[in-house]
C-alpha cells in the first residue's frame, strides 16, 4: 500500500533552516509528482510546492517562493522540502502527497515551528 513518511521538522529561530523528507514506498515514485503542503492552526491545509515525476517542473506558493526549494530523489523515493529564511508564518504541519489512480494519500505530518 502506498505509505509516506515525513521527517525533519523541529523547533527553528526566525531565519533559520529546515529540511524536511519525505520516503515514500508502494508505488513507483519516479511516475508521480510529488507536493508538499502545510497547515497552520485554525487555518485550511495549503499547497507549498509541487515537483514533477523527473523533476522537469516546479511550483510554489507565493509565500515561500525564493526561501524554499522542493527537490526529489528518485533513486531514494523520496522528495524533499529544503526551507531557508524561515519565518514565524512558516509554522505549520507539514504533509507530503501523492495521487494515485485518483486516490490522494497523505504523510502523518511533522510539525515546523519558528520561533525565538
Known amino acids: 500500500q502506498v505509505q509516506l513518511v515525513e521527517s525533519g521538522g523541529g523547533l527553528v529561530q526566525p531565519g533559520g533552516s529546515l529540511r524536511l523528507s519525505c520516503e515514500a514506498s508502494?508505488?513507483?515514485?519516479?511516475?508521480?509528482?510529488m507536493s508538499w503542503y502545510r497547515q497552520a492552526p485554525g487555518k485550511e491545509r495549503e499547497s507549498v510546492a509541487l515537483?514533477?515525476?523527473?523533476?522537469?517542473?516546479?511550483n510554489y506558493a507565493d509565500s515561500v517562493k525564493g526561501r524554499f526549494t522542493i527537490f526529489r530523489d528518485n533513486a531514494k523515493s523520496t522528495v524533499y522540502l529544503q526551507m531557508n529564511s524561515l519565518k514565524p508564518e512558516d509554522t505549520a504541519v507539514y504533509y507530503c502527497?501523492?495521487?494515485?489512480?485518483?486516490?490522494?494519500?497523505w504523510g502523518q505530518g511533522t510539525q515546523v515551528t519558528v520561533s525565538s
Open positions: 515537483i514533477s515525476n523527473v523533476g522537469g517542473s516546479i
Open positions: 502527497k501523492v495521487t494515485v489512480f485518483r486516490t490522494n494519500y
Open positions: 508502494g508505488f513507483t515514485f519516479s511516475r508521480y509528482h
